[in-house]
């Protein structure tokens, strides 16, 4: 599905069949399997902040506060203008859903194809691919309140969670990761990846790396975890 999204498709009919049916799928459609809810009980009770490169809003879905959430390469909920023509993005459902129903043959009807209601050029998906990724008053707003969160946390105690996050972009998530618990002494730095565990030197002492299913992580964490709590209850932390 990612690389179709990268296919040179030969007119706005195709190319929004395609992506309508990837949007729904990705975006509308509950995430298979329970992760994410296994997750969101764990942090219950903690003062957590999830920073994502994916865009499908799974954690948003699964009940995590949106307050607490940072996508920072967009959304597969939003369109925006090609161009880009202005720093505005356009919630996408109600469109998505009608070119589901009316595609034959691959294609929608040429009267449901999107055009920016301010400049007239086709929409595109508000995905970052290149330099006219728009980001909206709200990604802004996310950001702030994610920099907050950074600044109240810079010292003290802090686990730096990276789940699945591979080489792709590691600018956003996983160099960030190091380099704060490099900052920090008491800070933990934890990897959990299947089959890309990496562990710098400078942090090998307060890190830790897991090769497996996150799923079955969790598993595991939930079913220690009243265990680690029975026996953290006269210990100061």
Same mark, same amino acid.
């Given at each position: ?135 909206? #008053?709200?990604?802004? %707003?996310?950001? =702030?309140?994610?920099?907050? /969160?950074? $600044? @109240?946390? *810079? ?60 799923? #079955?992580?969790?598993? %595991?964490?939930? =079913?220690?975890?009243?265990? /680690?709590? $029975? @026996?953290? *209850?006269?210990?100061?932390?």
């Amino acid at each position: 599905m990612y690389s179709g999204g990268f296919y040179p498709y030969q007119s706005l009919e195709e190319y929004w069949a395609f992506w309508s049916r990837q949007i729904y799928v990705n975006r509308y459609l509950d995430a298979p399997g329970t992760a994410y809810q296994k997750l969101l009980a764990l942090l219950e009770g903690k003062d957590y902040f999830v920073l994502t490169t994916n865009v499908d809003h799974c954690f948003q879905k699964a009940g995590f506060d949106k307050q607490r959430l940072f996508y920072t390469q967009g959304d597969y909920g939003l369109w925006q203008c090609s161009a880009p023509c202005c720093q505005k993005t356009y919630d996408n459902r109600e469109k998505v859903l009608e070119m589901l129903r009316e595609q034959k043959d691959m294609r929608i009807p040429s009267a449901l194809i999107p055009y920016c209601p301010v400049c007239g050029r086709p929409m595109t998906m508000n995905l970052r691919v290149d330099n006219t990724f728009v980001q909206d #008053a709200g990604w802004y %707003a996310a950001a =702030a309140r994610y920099e907050t /969160f950074l $600044r @109240r946390h *810079e010292t003290g105690k802090v686990l730096y969670l990276e789940l699945g996050v591979g080489a792709n972009t590691p600018g956003i998530i996983k160099y960030p990761f190091w380099r704060m618990t490099a900052d920090n002494p008491g800070a933990v730095y934890a990897c959990l990846n299947l089959g890309e565990v990496l562990i710098p030197d400078e942090i090998a002492g307060r890190a830790i790396g897991i090769d497996g299913d996150i799923s #079955a992580v969790l598993d %595991a964490l939930t =079913a220690l975890l009243p265990e /680690f709590q $029975r @026996r953290c *209850e006269h210990i100061d932390l």
